[in-house]
T-cell receptor
Framework: DQQVKQNSPSLSVQEGRISILNCDYT??????FLWYKKYPAEGPTFLIS?????DKNEDGRFTVFLNKSAKHLSLHIVPSQPGDSAVYFC?????????FGAGTRLTVKP | DTGVSQNPRHKITKRGQNVTFRCDPI?????LYWYRQTLGQGPEFLTY????????KSRLLSDRFSAERPKGSFSTLEIQRTEQGDSAMYLC?????????????FGQGTRLTVV
């Protein structure tokens, strides 16, 4: 049961432009959403999160938007940098029980 | 290094053999998760512990898989009679759950190859 979906397996953007990564979920019980970044041969690294009581959370170049009615969240990275190139996983949680999407590979070209 | 530690980093084993992986969480964290990740997929939930209690197990966790966290600190994941389909990255994560939601921190994973 894939409760969290990332429908774009890859995304390529130019350095300095905005990267938008999308995520959809099906379980309306999820109340906490997270984005993780993963480099090859490393475990996922926590990036940013948002509670279901909010619709936006910002941390530097990273902003997560949550649309509960659409069961959709997105991660905006602006400006994108080559070092942002990695696989990004969306995760949704209820009572700290996390489920992950399949990931989107972001490539930021210099 | 006070992060989540997993050992070994890599394991190659012959089909039918048993393997055991170890995870040392961040010391004050009370929750510990095991996930499995295969190529092109996100981490798939296997099981989690709250302190020493195993609270949930995924349907993915067949009878050949067993996990323990005997003293609420480190955890082990054992796979008996390994099959080629068990080849994957096994990820451990930990978090400090005090009532609200919180992020989990992952280790670098153990890559299992069954030949």
């Amino acid at each position: 049961d894939q409760q969290v979906k990332q429908n774009s397996p890859s995304l390529s953007v130019q350095e300095g432009r905005i990267s938008i990564l999308n995520c959809d979920y099906t379980n309306s019980m999820f109340d906490y959403f997270l984005w993780y970044k993963k480099y090859p041969a490393e475990g996922p690294t926590f990036l940013i999160s948002i509670s279901s009581i909010k619709d936006k959370n910002e941390d530097g170049r990273f902003t997560v938007f949550l649309n509960k009615s659409a069961k959709h969240l997105s991660l905006h990275i602006v400006p994108s940098q080559p070092g942002d190139s990695a696989v990004y996983f969306c995760a949704a949680s209820v009572i700290n029980d996390m489920r992950f999407g399949a990931g989107t590979r972001l490539t930021v070209k210099p | 290094d006070t992060g989540v530690s997993q050992n070994p980093r890599h394991k190659i084993t012959k089909r039918g053999q048993n393997v055991t992986f170890r995870c040392d969480p961040i010391s004050e964290h009370n929750r510990l998760y095991w996930y499995r990740q295969t190529l092109g997929q996100g981490p798939e939930f296997l099981t989690y512990f709250q302190n020493e209690a195993q609270l949930e197990k995924s349907r993915l966790l067949s009878d050949r898989f067993s996990a323990e966290r005997p003293k609420g600190s480190f955890s082990t994941l054992e796979i008996q009679r390994t099959e080629q389909g068990d080849s994957a990255m096994y990820l451990c994560a930990s978090s400090l759950v005090t009532g609200g939601n919180t992020e989990a921190f992952f280790g670098q994973g153990t890559r299992l190859t069954v030949v």
